[in-house]
Nanobody
Framework: QVQLVESGGGLVQAGGSLNLSCAASGSIFRINTMAWYRQAPGKQREFVAHITSTGSTNYAGSVKSRFTISRDNAKNTVYLQMNSLKPEDTAVYYC?????????WGQGTQVTVSS
């Protein structure tokens, strides 16, 4: 089984930055896609960004040019650098990984951006 543990969330003023991390543990020998999703209060979970095993990235239009996803394969960790944060970025952020065990989700970390 795989466990994903996120960290780095918190409260920040608009225009500020946060860096989220998500580390995977367990009997892992392959991680394909790593991704971040978010869910704001009263809304459905939405895609934020993903990165493939070869390093190709894709972003939601609302975060493109402000967020950067990266991965450290040696540490089984994915990161999300978030700059120029806006109040509408407030949400619970979830990491996702597709490994040899299939799909796994983290427990979520709260990001709150004050205006």
């Amino acid at each position: 089984q795989v466990q994903l543990v996120e960290s780095g969330g918190g409260l920040v003023q608009a225009g500020g930055s946060l860096n989220l991390s998500c580390a995977a543990s367990g009997s892992i020998f392959r991680i394909n896609t790593m991704a971040w999703y978010r869910q704001a209060p009263g809304k459905q979970r939405e895609f934020v960004a993903h990165i493939t095993s070869t390093g190709s990235t894709n972003y939601a239009g609302s975060v493109k040019s402000r967020f950067t996803i990266s991965r450290d394969n040696a540490k089984n960790t994915v990161y999300l650098q978030m700059n120029s944060l806006k109040p509408e970025d407030t949400a619970v952020y979830y990491c996702y990984m597709f490994t040899n065990w299939g799909s796994s989700w983290g427990q979520g970390t709260q990001v709150t951006v004050s205006s």
